[in-house]
């Protein structure tokens, strides 16, 4: 079983940055997709970022677009996403997702968080003012 693990989340000032990290525990399961989400309180879970691993390819929400950037470590199997320019609206817990179908990230299925199999427990980000 895939276990993915996140990490770097905490406390910024507006303007800030922050790297999250997202740990897969086994390369048994050849995850392909990697996507980044967010959920604020009383907000729907929304997705932010993605990376195929194969080629790579990265797509990102209008919101993440010029300030996220999402990249892989495969030696380390982790992805990042660096997070600069912070805005107190980026304030969320962040999860990343994984899956094995590399397809997912590609067009509009990467946004659909019924897509992704393995999740992990999450990284609170707070952006103050």
């Known amino acids: 079983q895939v276990q993915l693990a996140e990490s770097g989340g905490g406390s910024v000032q507006a303007g800030g940055s922050l790297r999250l990290s997202c740990a897969a525990s086994?390369?048994?399961?050849?995850?392909?997709?990697v996507a980044w989400f967010r959920q604020a309180p009383g907000k729907e879970r929304e997705a932010v970022a993605c990376?195929?691993?194969?080629?790579?390819?990265?797509l990102y929400s209008d919101a993440a677009k010029g300030r996220f950037t999402v990249s892989q470590d495969n030696a380390k199997n982790t992805v990042y996403l660096e997070m600069n320019s912070l805005k107190p609206e980026d304030t969320a817990m962040y999860y990343c997702?994984?899956?094995?179908?590399?397809?997912?990230?590609?067009?509009?299925?990467?946004?659909?968080?019924?897509?992704?199999?393995?999740w992990g427990q999450g990284t609170q980000v707070t952006v103050s003012s």
């Open positions: 086994t390369t048994t399961y050849k995850i392909q997709s």
């Open positions: 990376i195929y691993k194969g080629d790579p390819r990265t």
């Open positions: 997702a994984g899956d094995t179908r590399g397809w997912i990230c590609s067009g509009g299925y990467w946004t659909g968080r019924h897509e992704y199999k393995y």
